[in-house]
């Protein structure tokens, strides 16, 4: 997830957990470099996200500065 106006650096958000439970929580993932920047994830998890930033770079940047100007991210990710 990308937050409307959220803080530097460009980061995603990895939810950890599910939806509604007591338990979950997020982990951030840098835009920049993939890599895990605070949270916690089994160590599997950590390196599908951390590619997947890799692979999908160029877009999500692109989103997160959509979405630091309020704009809707219009970026697909496979």
Request: glycine share 8%.
């Amino acid at each position: 997830m990308i937050y409307f106006g959220d803080h530097p650096p460009p980061h995603v958000h990895a939810p950890v957990g599910r939806p509604g439970n007591r338990g979950m929580s997020e982990a951030r993932f840098s835009i920049d470099s993939g890599e895990l920047i605070d949270g916690v994830l089994p160590a599997m998890q950590v390196s599908q996200v951390t590619a997947w930033c890799r692979r999908n770079r160029t877009v999500l940047l692109a989103d997160w500065d959509r979405a630091q100007a309020d704009q809707h991210p219009a970026g697909r990710y496979d």
